[in-house]
């Protein structure tokens, strides 16, 4: 019935957005996150199937209502138990999310030109300045950025820390910074699909945030604020709150 609950919030924009899934350890909350993403997505047939048929397996009516929901939507998991700046971990589950789908992540590049200027440089500069990467990399706390290809992905999924480093080699080479008006915000991400993939394209019914260890990221950001972007959960409520119903936040507890 929890299933059919959220399904239905895809179908319509007036019932409550926001969801708490709340239970003891080792209750099945991460496999019904898991469960739920194939189900909500739609973007593999096969796995939708099998979840209804699981559905169907204990209660047939609820699996068959269930099963006649044929449309898509972005579904975006995240697990809080991974250290994340929750603004970057956003934009990377928006790109994998995207991918399942066979939808390209140019629709980001307006917000990311920053980050794209940081990597054109790296590419012409890494070898050449590796020591001074290196350097500025271990006082950012991403010491594990040693290889370009590491770098590149890390700026690709906009790691605040890495461009700050990477800027500081920069304004040793160029003698000024890279131009940053603002830094990407999980509700830029999130209101640029709304409007791009749900409005005007109309590709997704929806858009559903299943945040996994939900609480264990409230404790996380409730200590390191900074690391973990310490707007970004009013952010992402404020652009669930402005979507016109197309945002579903469901946040899964342990008790």
């Known amino acids: 019935s929890y299933t059919l609950t959220l399904l239905r919030k895809a179908q319509e924009q007036e019932s409550n957005r926001f969801n708490m899934t709340i239970a003891g350890y080792g209750t099945g909350k991460s ?108 006082e950012a706390d991403c010491s594990n950025l040693k290889q370009l290809d590491d770098v590149i992905t890390a700026l690709e999924n906009a790691d605040i820390k890495a461009f700050n480093a990477v800027n500081e080699v920069y304004k040793e080479f160029m003698g000024m910074y890279i131009n940053v008006d603002a830094d990407i915000s999980a509700s830029d991400v999130l209101t640029l699909l709304v409007d791009k993939y749900c409005k005007e394209q109309k590709v997704f019914d929806c858009i559903y945030i299943l945040f996994d260890e939900f609480g264990r990221y409230i404790e996380f950001t409730a200590n390191k604020p900074k690391i973990a972007g310490d707007s970004a959960l009013q952010q992402i409520f404020e652009a669930i709150q402005n979507a016109d119903g197309r945002i579903v936040f469901d946040g899964f507890i342990s008790v």
């Open 31 to 138: 496999h019904l996150s898991v469960a739920l993403g194939a189900l909500l997505s739609g973007h593999d047939i096969n796995l939708r199937q099998m979840v209804v048929g699981s559905i169907c397996s204990v209660d047939r009516n609820i699996g068959n209502e269930i099963s006649g929901y044929s449309g898509k939507n972005l579904v975006l998991v995240l697990n809080g138990m991974r250290d994340f700046n929750l603004n970057s971990e956003i934009l990377s589950t928006a790109k994998r999310a995207l991918a399942q789908h066979g939808l390209p992540d140019d629709v980001f590049s307006e917000l990311t030109k920053q980050y794209q200027q940081a990597i054109s440089f790296c590419k012409n500069t890494f070898e050449s300045r590796k020591d001074s990467y290196i350097s500025h990399f271990a």
